[in-house]
């Protein structure tokens, strides 16, 4: 598969949007870059399935679940961000047949690490949906050796404009922000 040019020096969001939406591999768009990730592998894959079922299971009415869509962080012409986390929870405002999702309707990402994702997964997206204003973040970490399998909970600092840590959950996440949850996650991640 042969993917189009960008219209000009960067890649727009116009550009990006334009992309077929059945590409072979994850693209994202970060400061006007296209960035290419192969497919994940079906561990992760299940994995981001299983907990967004449970957080989707537990939501209020106001919020809304989705796997692998797009998420508009930053709307500049010349270098804008768009990229896909793994879960994303939004308001029920945003209408689901609609893309991208804006930044100011999410109020959760999450990333499942990958071997091949460990950077961008705990430091470069993090720092990116930070400067979104996405007030929680979770990282699950799969690796099989250490760290153990884990979800690794964050919210925004409003002073810092950065993530703070609120937790490290092995067995079962119990928080009440952005809502209440309960999740045993030996289910999600045993089956």
């Known amino acids: 598969m042969t993917l189009p040019l960008p219209s000009g020096d960067t890649?727009?969001?116009t550009d990006y949007e334009a992309l077929p939406e059945d590409l072979p591999v994850r693209v994202s768009l970060i400061h006007g870059e296209l960035v290419v990730s192969p497919r994940p592998r079906p561990i992760h894959q299940r994995i981001a399935r299983r907990l967004a079922t449970r957080i989707e299971d537990a939501a209020p009415d106001a919020w809304?679940?989705?796997?692998?869509?797009?998420?508009?962080?930053?709307?500049?012409?010349?270098?804008?961000?768009?990229?896909?986390?793994?879960i994303v929870v939004y308001s029920t405002e945003h209408?689901?047949?609609?893309?991208?999702?804006?930044?100011?309707?999410?109020?959760?990402?999450?990333?499942v690490v990958s071997p091949s994702t460990k950077h961008k997964d705990r430091r470069m997206q993090p720092a990116l949906y930070a400067g979104a204003g996405i007030r929680h973040y979770w990282r699950v970490e799969t690796d099989q050796t250490a760290p153990a399998f884990a979800v690794y909970t964050y919210e925004l600092d409003d002073a810092s404009g950065g993530y703070v840590a609120t937790g490290v959950h092995h067995d079962r996440i119990t928080v009440t922000q952005p809502f209440a949850l309960d999740i045993d996650l030996k289910a999600v991640r045993e089956r």
């Open 11 to 13: 890649w727009t969001r």
């Open 64 to 86: 809304q679940v989705d796997t692998d869509v797009d998420v508009l962080l930053d709307d500049d012409e010349v270098e804008p961000v768009e990229i896909a986390p793994d």
């Open 95 to 111: 209408d689901p047949y609609e893309r991208p999702i804006h930044a100011e309707s999410v109020t959760l990402v999450a990333e």
